[in-house]
């Protein structure tokens, strides 16, 4: 694999991620609207969101901002 390819994979992975940094808090908050955060699908959220800030803790500590 090129580094070219090796970039790409890696922006496409950060677009993603950073999306999900947005869109997971929105879902959160409107499953807690409609009282539904004893669900399944929001305790994934809850856990997805969880893990995604430690990413990006993680990402932040080597410069790369979002």
């Known amino acids: ?6 970039l790409a994979k890696f922006e ?3 677009a993603e991620f950073a999306a ?3 869109s997971v808090p929105l879902e959160l908050d409107h499953l807690k609207a ?4 004893k669900t399944v699908r929001y305790r994934e959220l809850l ?3 969880l ?3 430690q990413i ?3 990402f932040e500590r080597h410069g790369i901002t979002f």
Do not use: C
């Open 12 to 14: 496409a992975v950060y």
């Open 34 to 37: 409609e009282g539904r955060e």
């Open 51 to 53: 893990m995604s800030v």
């Open 47 to 49: 856990g997805q969101k």
């Open 1 to 6: 694999m090129t580094d070219d390819e090796r």
């Open 56 to 58: 990006k803790d993680l």
């Open 20 to 22: 999900s940094l947005k």
